[in-house]
């Protein structure tokens, strides 16, 4: 067995959106992203992939191309079975690359455990074979909208998230949907598009018609912490920060402060790092779980789906981006039924 680290191989792909998915900050035709390779000195390797958003971390994929192949560099010679010494040196030279820290990461997990013989889902806690996805419907003309998730509620899919970026069409795509896929249980992501009171009056609406609605996700600024306080304390469902939480510190600020009801935790945002801490400290506090992705392939949700269901501590699962793509990687560790994303062993991984 073979644990120091001998070099790092770094690769930019691209991948195009079946279709373009528009949020309320703008809309994404394709996703670039990164793949890093980390080689122990046997040849055993491990995989991992960072997929920069632009919209939402200002990380560019030329910036986290380049951070890699450079950054890597001081890991070289390390022993991934110290991988928390790895974690806190990644924390610091990739502060302001997350998902390049993300990325480099899970591969370290994935070499270590491919040494061990076990995978990352089993180092993470084993907690669940399985796990259930929901799908998105991004923001389009409202037919279109309604179109699109009548066949996501056909495919399986039971919980559907749909962006939302004002409230006349917001309530009006949402009560659609609802009429047509059996009020099935909606998390409603207005990606920071309001301010409190509209946040608020777009959930009366819709609560007022009996809209199963899970969970209103990012409704205001990211930084807006007393508007988010106030939806949460307003709002007749709870409330979910994305934008708001990259480090663990932002999680602590936002519990402290009594802000959210839900964390939505995404690697890109955090790396395995701070997504482990979020995690535990949501536990303690009481604030529920949820997982969500940028425009990962299904090697990047494979990093999720091993991180979710192995700690068991997430009550939503957005794990859809790979689902998106016109044409997706052919690495991945899990295998899907509907919206059932399992697990699959190490014999069937890449490595
Ligand atoms: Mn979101």
Known sequence: MAFKIQAFEVTRKTYEYSKPFKISLGAHYESVNIEVKVVLDDGTYGLGEASPSFLISSETPSIVETGLKELCQSLVGKDVRNYRALFNETDTIFKAIPSAKAAVQYAIIDALTTSLGITPFEFFGGAKGSIFTDKTVGIGEIEDMVEEAKKIYSEGFRTIK??????????????????????????????????????????????????????????????????????????????????????????????????????????????????????????????????????????????????????????????????????????????????????LGRDKRWN
Do not use: W
């Not at 939302?164 to 069409?169: A, D, K, P």
């Not at 949501?282 to 700690?311: H, N, R, Y």
């Open 162 to 343: 749909i962006k939302v970026e004002s409230i006349e069409t917001g309530v009006e795509s949402v009560e659609k949907i609802a009429e047509v896929t059996n009020n099935t249980g909606y998390i409603v992501d207005a990606n920071q598009a309001f301010k409190a009171k509209e946040a608020i009056e777009l959930a009366n609406k819709l609560y007022i018609k009996g809209v199963n609605v899970l969970l209103l996700e990012q409704p205001v600024h990211r930084k807006d912490y007393d508007g988010l306080k106030l939806v949460r304390q307003s709002s007749p469902y709870p409330v979910a920060a994305d934008e708001s939480v990259f480090e663990k510190y932002d999680a602590f600020k936002l519990i402290q402060n009594g802000c959210v009801d839900y964390i939505n935790i995404k690697l890109m945002k955090s790396g395995l790092s701070d997504a482990l801490a979020i995690v535990e400290m949501a536990k303690s506090a009481g604030v529920g779980l949820m997982i969500g992705c940028m425009g990962e392939s299904s090697l990047g949700i494979t990093q999720s789906v091993d991180f979710a269901a192995g700690t068991g501590a997430f009550t939503y699962h957005d794990l859809d981006s790979s689902l998106m793509l016109k044409e997706d990687n052919p690495l991945k560790g899990f295998e899907r039924e509907k919206n059932e994303l399992r697990i």
